[in-house]
T-cell receptor, first 113, second 113 residues
């Protein structure tokens, strides 16, 4: 069985602060994919990033960056210089050989002006 | 523009009714998923399918069944709706090899009274 844990239920920061969202996963597969999605108050799920298990390079996209560490089974997401528009629920997800796509429970991020 | 379409945005059903939630995708995806989303619990996988007429139980299949007679359509069935099945239901699809993200429908808010 595979599992995704997002231990931070809610995080609140003040605008321009940096914030890191944690994601820890469990799987027996050697080939798997990790994802981050954003769910703003409007409700639709917005895809942010996909990473496969063989690519441990960190990724940066504008103010967003992701740190993938197989040694600790973690795929953490950092927002630099947060903005009010970053307020949303963020989900980490995992897909392995059985094709099941498992989500974590999500982290509610609130960025205060 | 790729699309996953759920047949209803809002539904109100009575306890004991048989309920059908329909999902159609136009991307020729092999994988399709049904989730329910409840506050604080994230997206929990009910069932998924990786091919026509194939189905696999997710983490919370009790009280639900599914049907996939055609590749583009995946139906979620509540045989006898109960109040604890009041929730937001999300359908998603993805390619077999997960080389892209999963795409989500807009969700169906089901209320069982």
């Amino acid at each position: 069985a595979q599992k995704v844990t997002q231990a931070q239920t809610e995080i609140s920061v003040v605008e321009k602060e940096d914030v890191t969202l944690d994601c820890v996963y469990e799987t027996r597969d050697t080939t798997y994919y990790l994802f981050w999605y954003k769910q703003p108050p409007s409700g639709e799920l917005v895809f942010l990033i996909r990473r496969n298990s063989f690519d441990e390079q960190n990724e940066i996209s504008g103010r967003y960056s992701w740190n993938f560490q197989k040694s600790t089974s973690s795929f953490n997401f950092t927002i630099t210089a947060s903005q009010v528009v970053d307020s949303a629920v963020y989900f980490c997800a995992l897909s392995g050989s059985a094709r099941q796509l498992t989500f974590g429970s999500g982290t509610q991020l609130t960025v205060l002006p | 523009d790729v699309k996953v379409t759920q047949s209803s945005r809002y539904l109100v059903k009575r306890t004991g009714e048989k309920v059908f939630l329909e999902c159609v995708q136009d991307m020729d995806h092999e994988n399709m998923f049904w989730y329910r989303q409840d506050p604080g619990l994230g997206l929990r996988l009910i069932y998924f399918s990786y091919d026509v007429k194939m189905k696999e139980k997710g983490d919370i299949p009790e009280g639900y069944s599914v049907s996939r007679e055609k590749k583009e359509r995946f139906s979620l069935i509540l045989e006898s709706a109960s109040t604890n099945q009041t929730s937001m239901y999300l359908c998603a699809s993805s390619s077999a090899d997960m080389n892209t993200e999963a795409f989500f429908g807009q969700g169906t808010r089901l209320t069982v009274v």
